[in-house]
């Protein structure tokens, strides 16, 4: 009898446990989900006004300016475009009219702050992000050439 | 001619694999035709041979710049240095899972070779599974990634290996991690001949241990090479970066972390063993998992360069049949092994309980955080990603009780709890307080303005402590043992040296992180930057040719002490490589370690302006080889375990699942429980306990 009552006592407190790991784990994943908006989203207010997000797209040509260590550059998708500023060391592969990732948040208005540019280890290769950026931009003027 | 060899070699690989799969498993099951359990070794020992074959044909077509096959022109390049254009073999997609395939086809034969003292059903059994894992792999190489596929006309020159991989590193970094991922194939084989036999006893246990310890070893070594790789060659000076790629590998590692220590009570208290099969199960299908992630294409990581979504769904389906098949056995023998007695708390199998629980969910965690962002892009509800914060504030509280739960469940015996041999490693414990205390308060480098740093803190104090304990406690527990007649056997010394790995890990990250010091900063010719007391001076900036590389390379003379007495300690250069075949740039960092620091420079882009300017990154980190250095000996503590002669006896010693009280089995229990009776009641009763 007593031993049952010890496994009993065993087994709640091990659902105790699990169930407390679970909500935390679940807590801190949560708040730390980063979404990812294309420019036509951001500029359309979809993307959050608060908060890190990542925004995605072709770095826009000739819209790259360095001022010391801080960079100023355009995130296009062809449709819209949102500006990027950023202090630090530039990726390898960060080069005008290719794919890039920023990840950051916005300054008041349309004007995003980036922790972190993500550009990727291989010149053919596309951030699928980005990509799926151009896609849905190239979507959207498919759609407005249709109804007109 | 020889493309076209390897292809045939393949495929006759392939009905080996069959035959190996089929006939030793119902030789094994079926009383008439038990003589076909012999035909496991010679099959393994022949699919070897076929597959080593290939993979030397393939091999020659690197050597002999041969561009007319598909995948040798995608990456080699008759510039490429002879060394990486023969671990080219294992950059794209084809020929790692040929390596895959040659990797179990080698633990196979091994499995063949050292097994002289397994029951014949055991080994036919096991040989068998592994053999029909093999024919999946083997299928899909064969159907849809064959890496012997011919173009014509046959370019004159080959595209090139990614620069990225144009490095040592890369030579011994995947074969490592693939003899991991592949071996716990091994485990998962026992768990499945336990599943189809019924028969899960100590011995098996005992069986399985080695083997299980020497992919554990090997999977190690491989996320460590990798780790190391992406430090010095990404130059982005990271070490961890909670890529999906790494992830793949760290969840597997996980599991297998659970699973030795599993066994361990399996073997040496014949407890938790359907928790045990599970966990060999969990293993090896988070390897398969691995290999889907990382060969399917599905990642967005800085490891796609080898993808291609269609061939992810053979994996898949594969991973689908592997844990489909295993869990259908394991509902149906499990039920048999789950009534043994619930561990005593506060004796050393209730510490393993927790260890395992602990890993399985930070597992769990690792997988949610992976997987979740593929799930929701695949539902096409949006693109997200789960950033590193997760996993650190996940990961940290996690991994903290588990480090606490080391020591004393390794100074409390078996089936009892005995606090006073908790008691005796305190002493060492408020030792590695004080230590990490102080450590805190003075470890930091001397700062500047403008670095970024991360102070010292309470983090820092539980780090240092919890690895401080862990290394003062194993010291303490190593003299205790000492004076013990008899020698406490090559495990026991392989778990000292992997938990004084796991201390030497933590250490390092605990350091790293708490001391580390960054800086970007724009430097002309002349200029120079302080970071952590010491001073960089950029002397030069030129061009440098390297074999198929052009580099502009700079110089940076590196000066310690105050200013006005400083001394030159050696000059840094750090490159920007730009590769000929691809015009992919590469930044290479430069590295001054030692054991105590590294300073690490990498290169930016030049800016415009008059004077002349350049980006540069420039860190001091504190401590940061102890990571690798941690690894090195969690790997030699695996090897060591892997070796015991205990786990070689015969099998009548070890037929015997309970009667570990007697004999040689009896020495290990007390090897267990010795060190925790020295600190108070005495050897004899700690033994008989």
């Known amino acids: 009898m007593k031993s049952r009552h010890k496994r009993g006592l065993g087994i709640g407190l091990g659902l105790l446990l699990l169930c407390g790991a679970a909500y935390f784990v679940l807590n801190a994943f949560q708040s730390n989900l980063v979404f990812f908006f294309t420019p036509t989203q951001v500029v359309a207010g979809e993307a959050p006004k608060e908060g890190h997000f990542r925004v995605g797209g072709l770095v826009k040509a000739g819209s790259i300016q360095r001022d010391g260590m801080a960079v100023a550059f355009v995130v296009t998708d062809t449709q819209r475009e949102v500006p990027v500023r950023y202090v630090g060391l530039l990726p390898d592969l960060f080069k005008e009219g290719k794919g890039v990732v920023a990840q950051g948040r916005l300054d008041g208005g349309l004007q995003f702050v980036a922790s972190e540019v993500l550009a990727k280890h291989d010149e053919n290769y596309m951030p699928p992000e980005a990509q799926h950026a151009l896609d849905e931009a190239a979507k959207a003027r498919m759609g407005a050439a249709v109804q007109r | ?689």
Not at chain 2, 475 to 501: D, E, F, T
Not at chain 2, 578 to 583: K, P
């Open chain 2, 1 to 689: 001619m020889w493309p076209e060899v390897g292809h045939m070699a393949l495929i006759m690989a392939a009905w080996v694999a069959v035959l190996q799969a089929v006939l030793p498993l119902w030789g094994s099951l079926s009383a008439r035709r038990a003589g076909w359990q012999a035909l496991a070794r010679p099959l393994a020992v022949l699919q070897l041979v076929l597959i080593v074959l290939a993979f030397g044909a393939l091999w020659h077509a690197f050597f002999v710049h041969d561009f007319s096959v598909k995948y040798v022109a995608h990456h080699s390049n008759t510039l490429l240095p002879t060394p990486y254009r023969l671990s080219a073999i294992w950059a794209g997609h084809e020929g790692s899972l040929l390596l895959w395939v040659l990797m179990l086809a080698l633990w196979s034969v091994a499995v063949a070779t050292f097994s002289r003292r397994l029951p014949q059903a055991l080994v036919a059994q096991v040989l068998g599974v592994m053999g029909a894992v093999s024919v999946g792999f083997l299928t899909f190489i064969l159907t849809l990634s064959n890496p012997f596929a011919r173009q014509f006309p046959a370019p004159s020159e080959g595209r090139d290996l990614t620069p990225l991989l144009q490095d040592p590193g890369l030579v011994i970094h995947p074969p490592m991690l693939y003899m991991g991922y592949v071996g716990l194939s091994v485990a998962f084989a026992f768990a499945m001949a336990a599943l189809l036999s019924g028969r899960l006893d100590a011995a098996w246990a005992r069986w399985a241990r080695p083997w299980t310890v020497a992919a554990w070893g090997f999977l190690t070594l491989g996320i460590a090479l990798g780790s190391w790789w992406a430090y010095y060659e990404l130059g982005w000076g990271g070490w961890w970066f909670w890529d999906p790629v790494e992830n793949a590998s760290l969840m597997p590692w996980l599991v297998a972390t659970a699973l030795i220590h599993s066994l361990m009570v399996t073997d040496k208290r014949d407890q938790f063993k359907a928790w045990t099969v599970l966990l060999a199960i969990g293993a090896f299908s988070l390897s398969l998992l691995g290999t889907f992630l990382v060969r399917s294409g599905v990642l967005t990581s800085v490891h796609a360069f080898a993808t291609d979504p269609g061939r992810g769904v053979f994996i898949l389906l594969f991973l689908v049949v592997v844990v489909g098949v295993s869990l259908t056995l394991f509902a149906w023998r499990a039920p048999q092994w789950a009534h043994a007695s619930q561990p005593v708390a506060g004796s050393r199998e209730s510490f393993l309980l927790l260890n395992s629980v602990l890993l399985v969910v930070a597992m769990a965690a690792v997988l949610l955080g992976t997987l979740y962002p593929l799930i929701i892009d695949a539902l096409n509800l949006g693109k997200l990603s789960v950033g590193p914060p997760y996993f650190d504030r996940v990961f940290v509280p996690l991994m903290v009780p588990l480090l606490l739960a080391m020591v004393p469940g390794t100074v409390v015996p078996w089936h009892v709890a005995r606090w006073a041999a908790v008691r005796s490693v305190l002493v060492p414990g408020a030792l590695a307080l004080l230590a990490a205390s102080a450590w805190a308060t003075w470890g930091a480098a001397p700062q500047d303005a403008g670095a970024v740093t991360t102070a010292g803190g309470w983090l820092t104090v539980m780090g240092g402590t919890l690895g401080g304990w862990i290394v003062l406690s194993g010291a303490w527990q190593i003299v205790q043992r000492l004076r013990l007649p008899g020698s406490p056997g090559l495990a026991w010394w392989g778990m000292q040296v992997a938990h004084l790995g796991v201390a030497v890990l933590v250490l390092g990250i605990t350091g790293v992180k708490s001391f580390q010091v960054e800086r970007d900063v724009r430097l002309g010719l002349g200029d120079s930057v302080t970071v952590a007391g010491v001073r960089y001076q950029l002397i030069g900036v030129d061009n440098h040719l390297g074999p198929n590389y052009l580099a502009l390379r700079a110089q940076m003379k590196v000066f310690e002490g105050e200013p006005g007495n400083e001394r030159e300690v050696g000059t840094l250069r750090p490159e920007k490589r730009r590769y000929v075949s691809s015009a992919m740039p590469m930044t290479e960092a430069a590295i001054d370690r030692n054991l105590w620091r590294d300073r690490y420079v990498s290169l930016g882009e030049p800016l415009a302006g008059e004077p002349p300017q350049w980006s540069f990154r420039v860190y001091h980190k504190p401590y940061v080889s102890w990571i690798w250095l941690g690894a090195v000996f969690m790997v030699l503590g695996g090897g060591l375990a892997a070796l015991d002669r205990r786990y070689r006896q015969a099998a009548s010693s070890a037929r015997a699942p309970s009667a570990h009280a007697d004999k040689g089995a009896g020495v290990s229990a007390l090897r267990g429980a010795a060190p925790a009776a020295l600190g108070s009641a005495g050897v004899a009763k700690g033994a008989v306990a």
